[in-house]
């Protein structure tokens, strides 16, 4: 059933071969393998439950934060094996950034988000720290909207821009790989289409992965869909093919809307 | 028809009920303060005329049978315990919140949580008591030279610390536990360490709790009347050097303890202006914490405080540069007078310029040790002083019980005080306490119960809700030396009717009305709103739906919170020692014109007869024994009552 996109292996960011993980006693991710390649966009789509958002969340090992989680299987990140013993979890969370459901800015000035990750990463002077908030900023198409209250706090600005704000902050520390976690689930239509068009932008200098339970969203902007079933990979594989000529049944039903 | 004119008149009836009854009720709490306030007023007039205010206040010598009343050592000595106290207990409280929210199993914070409220509820004599029998002769025997009875300064600083501790870790632990998972997630995702994540997004986004935490503890410690009695030395003198911990020093509430009820006039009055000052000072206290917090918690969320906004860039900048220089020249100096006080000068000097160089290298140390490293040496900490909290408050339960085991018989439990207490039992004193409990809940609970559900279901956003909550507030904060003084002004001093079982019961009933009604009004609100609206929707009336659906799924923690504040009344010794309770009786009396012994009162006596350590212990472990079986009860019935009911 299971396809892994093999072609192209060089240009893998993130390799996942036979992921297996427990919350406790349930299983939550059976036998999940799919690659995650370089600037492009990765989008993993179905139903609440299927685990997509738990698959997400192992690729900067944010499940760790979980009690009782348990995993099995290999998930490589640029060759080296993200859950080996001894892996430095820090460096590879600064690699690969994290964007949540819900925009959640930390309680202090719009700078103060921003400078946040850089000053945990050792740097110190201002007018270093004054030039990443000028490009994050810019970079999450905020700045314009910002610039004259940046000592304001974050709370002020809308949940779009707050959203634009989380995006600018992971942005920060230079991440290689960005990993978006239903980002536009709690946005209006108007904050989700810049939140897309920025996705979009990134993909030129990052890779991108995108949890999405909108299936227009999975098709208008991503180049490989991946599609959950109960905690399975069903199919993955180009986006075009996915939608246009799914290769599995279930995955055809669900796109077609006849369950989900 | 009759239908009909049945229904009005219930209705009728229920608007009496609340626009009346309870509106009266809950006015009691803002005539309790009042009186209090007047009566402490009106009894310090003749000492603020005789005396005036700023000679009370700057006097240095306080001598009330020579006719000098200089408060000044004694309003030093309450600031300096305190700021002792708070030296002591701040950073090993929060280091150990920090521990038992950021970094404990679920499984030990379960366990170590309940302990803090516990120990929280322990009375005040009991942890001055400990402090007579184990602080005291542990300073006297490692420091001979310096503080040659062990009563000190430092004896009731630690004191207070240790009772201020459950206080700090509980509320600072509320306080990080709010903090939403979604900061931590944000920031952990950006690479921080755990720890990391609790220094700079967990500490400042729960600050304000932090500091309303350090403020109850500062309050409790300011206010507290018979743990520093007990260890104080009480002497009414401005230590020499002023930083000398060694000295024995004497707070506004020791003075109150040791002096009312044994003298008259101008004395009494210039007692009662002590008081005065007291509230002051609480008040003063509250106001600038109120303010303090307020502006922490706009810099972290604006980047700047009230008064910085003001000020132009170049003053910030210099007040940014000086801000190091002068926290470390300042810690020079406090190392340099404490060390001072053990050695000479120059070694003193030498010392102080050690700490400073180590003080001021740390920040570089720390930046060349990896960041998991960091985590690991701050966990470690945290854990370390977690564990010296768990070990004082477990050397204070072994050291009552281990001891008092041995006094405990059939006859110290059925038989009356003998020997001047050295020998006999302490029925007497148990059953006034439990005399004492029962007039304190059948005052209490009635007003308190009521007023809570007033509040909670009826009151109205005006003026009047505004003012019975700070009336509840200010009483709550008032230390309970005062509520004895007011208790002694009223029934001794104005009625004449000396010490009574009744004065007692109606002074604590007012000093525990505060918690009641707020446990009340707290449970009542986490009623669901759908319960109310289901009632309301067939047609019950607003009191209806509150007397038989919403009152009855909140009885849970209604009655938890009764039982704990009972537990809290049973334990109180200031407020009673001067309206109801004699050292000593041999007979029972069920009179409630009549002194009582208590137990509370009864330890406090026995400390100042000699030979009777045995009998001191026991009371100390019968006292502790009956708190402990309150919270007991306590979580059996909350444990019954979740069972019950659910939502």
């Given amino acids: ?260 | 028809m009759k239908n009909k004119t049945a229904v009005n008149t219930r209705k009728k009836v229920d608007h009496g009920i609340q626009k009346y009854l309870l509106t009266g009720v809950a006015a009691t709490s803002v005539a309790i303060i009042f009186l209090i306030i007047l009566f402490i007023f009106i009894e310090s007039t003749e000492a603020i005329s005789a005396i005036g205010p700023w000679e009370f206040i700057s006097g240095t010598e306080w001598r009330p049978f020579n006719g000098s009343f200089g408060a000044f050592p004694i309003i030093l000595g309450t600031i300096l315990t305190t700021i002792g106290a708070l030296i002591f207990a701040v950073p090993l409280g929060i280091t150990s919140a920090i521990f038992l929210s950021e970094i404990a199993s679920e499984r030990t914070r379960n366990i170590l949580k309940p302990v803090c409220e516990v120990f929280a509820g322990i009375p005040s004599i009991v942890y001055g008591f400990f402090g007579l029998m184990v602080i005291v002769p542990f300073i006297f025997n490692t420091f001979p030279n310096l503080a040659p009875a062990g009563f000190s300064w430092l004896a009731a600083s630690i004191l207070l610390g240790i009772m201020a501790l459950p206080t700090i870790v509980s509320v600072s632990d509320d306080a990080m536990r709010s903090v939403p998972k979604s900061h931590r997630e944000a920031s952990v995702a950006l690479g921080a360490t755990h720890w990391e994540t609790t220094r700079k997004v967990v500490i400042p986004a729960a600050f304000s709790g932090i500091s309303a935490a350090v403020m109850l503890g500062m309050g409790r410690a300011i206010g507290e009347t018979m743990a520093v009695v007990m260890v104080a030395g009480n002497a009414p003198n401005i230590p020499e050097p002023m930083w000398n911990v060694f000295e024995m020093i004497r707070t506004i509430t020791s003075t109150l303890a040791k002096e009312v009820g044994e003298v008259t006039g101008l004395h009494l009055s210039a007692l009662f202006l002590l008081a005065l000052v007291l509230m002051a000072m609480l008040l003063l206290t509250n106001l600038t914490a109120n303010l303090i917090m307020r502006n922490t918690k706009r810099k972290f969320e604006t980047g700047q405080g009230m008064i910085e906004k003001h000020l132009p860039d170049n003053v910030k900048n210099v007040i940014n540069m000086a801000k190091r220089p002068v926290m470390l020249s300042m810690a020079f100096v406090v190392v340099m007078m404490m060390a001072s006080l053990f050695t000479d000068i120059i070694v003193s000097t030498l010392i102080a310029f050690a700490c400073i160089l180590f003080i001021s290298t740390m920040p570089f140390i720390s930046k060349r040790i990896r960041s998991l490293n960091r985590q690991r040496i701050a966990h470690l900490a945290m854990s370390a002083s977690m564990i010296v909290v768990c070990a004082i408050l477990f050397i204070l339960i072994a050291d009552i019980t281990v001891k008092g085991i041995p006094a405990l018989s059939w006859e110290f439990l059925t038989d009356v005080p003998r020997d001047m207490g050295r020998a006999g039992g302490i029925l007497p004193a148990i059953v006034g306490t439990v005399q004492l409990i029962i007039g304190t809940a059948l005052i209490a609970l009635p007003l308190g119960i009521l007023t809570g559900i007033y509040l909670a279901e009826f009151a109205k956003d005006n003026r009047f809700t505004k003012i019975v909550r700070s009336s509840i507030d200010i009483l709550n904060g008032t230390p309970s030396i005062v509520f004895g003084l007011f208790g002694f002004a009223l029934f001794v001093h104005y009625l004449g009717i000396g010490r009574t079982l009744i004065g007692g019961c109606i002074v604590l009933a007012f000093l525990i009305l505060p918690v009641i009604i707020r446990t009340t009004e707290e449970t009542v609100k986490a009623v669901p709103q759908e319960l109310r609206e289901a009632s309301a929707a067939m047609g019950a009336t607003k009191w209806e739906t509150t007397a038989k659906v919403i009152v009855p799924a909140a009885m849970g923690g209604v009655v938890t919170g009764v039982i704990l504040s009972l537990g809290r009344a049973a334990g109180e010794t200031a407020p009673i020692m001067f309206v109801a309770a004699v050292g000593i009786k041999r007979h029972i009396e069920f009179s409630l014109f009549d002194t009582i012994m208590a137990l509370p009162y009864y330890l406090y006596y026995l400390t100042e007869v000699p030979n009777s350590e045995e009998v001191r212990y026991g009371v100390a472990l019968v006292l502790l024994m009956i708190v402990l079986s309150m919270f007991a009860i306590a979580s059996m019935v909350r444990h019954h009552y979740s069972k019950k009911v659910r939502w």
């Fill in chain 1, 1 to 260: 059933m299971v396809k892994i996109y093999e072609n192209n292996n060089d240009g893998n960011v993130i390799t996942i071969d036979s992921l297996n993980l427990w919350y406790g006693e349930n299983q939550a991710l059976i036998d999940v393998s799919m690659p995650v390649m370089k600037n492009k966009i990765t989008a993993l789509i179905g139903p609440s439950g299927c685990g997509k958002s738990t698959l997400i969340r192992c690729m900067n090992r944010m499940n760790d934060l979980v009690n009782g989680c348990r995993i099995e299987g290999s998930m490589k990140f640029r060759g080296d094996e993200i859950y080996e013993p001894g892996a430095d979890v820090i460096s590879l969370r600064k690699r690969i950034g994290m964007i949540f459901q819900k925009p959640n800015p930390f309680p202090m000035t719009i700078r103060d988000n921003i400078t946040y990750g850089p000053k945990i990463h050792g740097v110190v002077e201002n007018d270093e720290l004054d030039e990443i908030v000028e490009r994050s900023l810019k970079q999450a198409v905020l700045w314009e909207e910002v610039k004259d209250r940046l000592d304001k706090p974050a709370f002020s600005l809308s949940g779009g821009q707050q959203q634009r704000l989380c995006i600018a902050r992971t942005l920060s520390i230079n991440p290689e790989v960005i990993l978006m976690d239903e980002p536009t689930s709690a946005l209006d239509p108007i904050a989700t289409a810049k939140i897309e068009d920025l996705a979009i932008e990134l993909q030129k200098e990052y890779t991108v992965v995108i949890v999405t339970h909108n299936m227009q969203q999975a098709a208008r902007i991503s180049d490989n869909t991946g599609f959950m079933y109960l905690g399975k990979m069903i199919e993955f594989d180009e986006t075009e093919k996915i939608f246009n000529k799914p290769s599995d049944e279930l995955t055809e039903r669900y796109i077609t809307g006849r369950f989900g």
